[in-house]
């Protein structure tokens, strides 16, 4: 299957700092990135679908301000926690659907955000 | 609304047969899907399913009635390795994923 890179897999930082993830699709093009986050022994929730090109859609209760998201090209979103607080770690997964339209989202490794 | 539910957890014994199921009330369906999940992972994609019957892939099978919202996730031969999460997810008719809460799979020797 398709291939998406997600770095870095374990940050540690200190609250107020802003921290930047990112998500690569290796081999195809990613026209849609999903971000979700998940806490310790929960599903995935859906923070924000990014089209490249165009201002990514946020779900209900994500702040936009706090989590901004950058889909620049066909292979790169980025989500970057700006002023983190010890409350926003967790774990943060990308996933990517190829411009061809498959039906199935590949997902990143995932990245372990640990504010202290 | 929108709503998937799953097993909180379930336990099943090396060398068993266990099924997991799913059931869903989804505006709109674009398919169901069940990924695996090891603890600190992202998920990995196990199969899909959009039409009704089986579909069999190696010791893992998924099955699928539309018309009763329900799918099962099927594992034979289990091996302490399929010691993970289980998620069942619909796509709904916007092509966004909803997830269920995942089924705990523990496997005992």
């Known amino acids: 299957g398709a291939v998406v890179s997600q770095h870095p897999s374990r940050v540690i930082c200190k609250s107020g700092t802003s921290v930047k993830i990112e998500c690569r699709s290796l081999?195809?093009?990613?026209?849609?990135m999903f971000w979700y986050r998940q806490f310790p022994k929960k599903s995935l929730m859906l923070m924000a679908t990014?089209?490249?090109?165009?201002?990514?859609?946020?779900e209900q209760g994500v702040e936009k301000d706090k989590f901004l998201i950058n889909h620049a090209s066909l292979t790169l979103s980025t989500l970057t926690v700006t002023s983190a607080h010890p409350e926003d770690s967790s774990f943060y997964i990308c996933s990517a659907r190829s411009y061809r339209g498959d039906t199935e989202a590949f997902f990143g490794q995932g990245t372990r955000l640990t504010v202290v | 609304g929108q709503n998937i539910d799953q097993p909180t957890e379930m336990t099943a014994t090396e060398g068993a047969i266990v099924q997991i199921n799913c059931t869903y009330q989804t505006s709109g369906f674009n398919g169901l899907f069940w990924y695996q999940q090891h603890a600190g992972e992202a998920p990995t994609f196990l199969s899909y399913?959009?039409l009704d019957g089986l579909e069999e892939k190696g010791r893992f099978s998924s099955f699928l009635s539309r018309s009763k919202g329900y799918s099962y996730l099927l594992l034979k031969e289990l091996q302490m390795k399929d010691s993970a999460s289980y998620l069942c997810a619909t796509m709904d008719s916007n092509y966004q994923l909803i997830w269920g809460a995942g089924t705990k799979l523990i496997i005992k020797p």
């Open positions: 081999d195809f093009q990613a026209t849609t």
């Open positions: 990014s089209n490249e090109g165009s201002k990514a859609t946020y």
């Open positions: 399913n959009v």
